[in-house]
């Protein structure tokens, strides 16, 4: 793990490291933390000691990993879903988030899910009734209002232009 192997090569005394986190077992000198950001900025990392900036980057993987990588998003509310995962109040990471983002936590997820929808409808396995049940909105009509709003586009038009891409293509 290169996290590790930098942490061991600069003598520093850690614990566990998590993805993202680095438990310290002792206060780091500022030379061997520039010293770190550098060897991991070498390897496409960043070192982020602000603890609240570490949270917002929290926040974000939460929301991707909701939205992208779950076969269904939560039956949940998001706010209780967002608290729950990261054990803090939920006015408290949407008003940091906001502050330090300019965009609200729904605002975000909304763009993510609109992202969501735009790969779905590319891959074209699934209508766009399953692709509203799989994101958890209420009904079609406010997945296509959402993505009208976000894109310009119905969903429907979106995928024609999809189609209207492969035709060339096809008549090859």
């Keep these: ?33 520039d010293q770190l950001k550098i060897a991991l900025q070498r390897s496409g990392l960043e070192l982020m000691d602000d603890k ?13 990993e909701m ?4 076969d269904e998003l939560p039956r949940i509310k998001n706010s209780d879903y967002i608290s729950n995962k990261l054990s803090h109040d939920y006015t408290y990471l949407a008003n940091l988030f ?6 609200t936590i729904e605002h975000y997820i909304i763009a993510h899910k609109i992202e969501r929808v735009k790969e779905l409808l590319l891959y074209d396995e699934l209508n766009l009734t399953e692709i509203s049940y799989k994101l958890n ?4 009509a406010h997945l296509s209002y959402q993505f ?11 995928k024609k232009l999809k189609n209207k891409k492969r035709n060339p293509l096809e008549d090859m």
Aim: hydrophobic share 40%.
């Design 52 to 64: 609240k900036a570490v949270l917002i980057e929290k926040i974000k993987n939460v929301i991707i």
């Design 148 to 158: 009208k709003k976000a894109t310009g586009l119905t969903p429907s038009y979106f």
């Design 1 to 33: 793990m290169i996290v590790m192997s930098e942490l061991d090569a600069l003598g520093l005394h850690y614990g566990a490291v998590q993805l993202g986190e680095v438990d310290m077992k002792e206060n780091i000198i500022n030379e061997k933390r």
């Design 98 to 103: 906001s502050e330090a983002t300019g965009i």
């Design 137 to 140: 909105y209420s009904s079609v």
């Design 67 to 70: 939205v992208h990588y779950s």
